[in-house]
């Protein structure tokens, strides 16, 4: 009886630590390409903007916590209007990992969003150059691929709208009043 618990022991653990090994790590080819592509998604600006776009599928899916896109078309018409308002946006990876077809990354972003007047025209200081708000805010991606490819179905950036909030004048107010309305009610 002893004998036979052991064996089974035995077969219920290399079951389990097979399992376990199954995810593959940032070891493996395939997982190394994903991280430079996801790192290259993330860390995108204006200069490389054009050459990240074939990273993502026809049927690209891209969320984050004010934009919801649906298709390559409306991705790359996202993209380019993000760094048409923000040229000097930049992202840095701070921590990153993939693992079987998801890339995780975390991740801090700075820009100054230019200003437009009434017509949509960029509002110009008097030292002649655009006006704009500097912001910053962390956050993190999930970005996820097609099996076996570096081909990116799906994104997801999470961050606090109230981070870049509190840069902009007006916005500022009520991002710091909710922020203290709600550690009102959770303090």
Known sequence: MRKLSVT??????????????????????????????????????????????????NDI??????????????????????????????TTVEDEIAIDDTYSATWTMIGTFLIRDENGDLLIGEDGEPVGIPYEAKGMSIIKFRPKTTDVWFQRDYYSEADIMQAIPGLDQAACGFRFYYIFQVD
Do not use: W
């Open 8 to 57: 089974l022991l035995v077969l219920v653990c290399s079951t389990f630590l097979s399992l376990a090994a199954s995810a593959k790590s940032n070891s493996s080819n395939l997982n190394r390409d994903r991280l430079e592509v996801g790192r290259d998604l993330i860390e995108v600006t204006f200069e490389n903007l054009a050459s990240i776009i074939p990273h993502y599928t």
């Open 61 to 90: 899916q891209y969320f984050d916590p004010v934009v919801e896109v649906n298709g390559i078309a409306e991705m790359s018409d996202f993209l380019f209007r993000l760094f048409g308002s923000t040229p000097d946006l930049i």
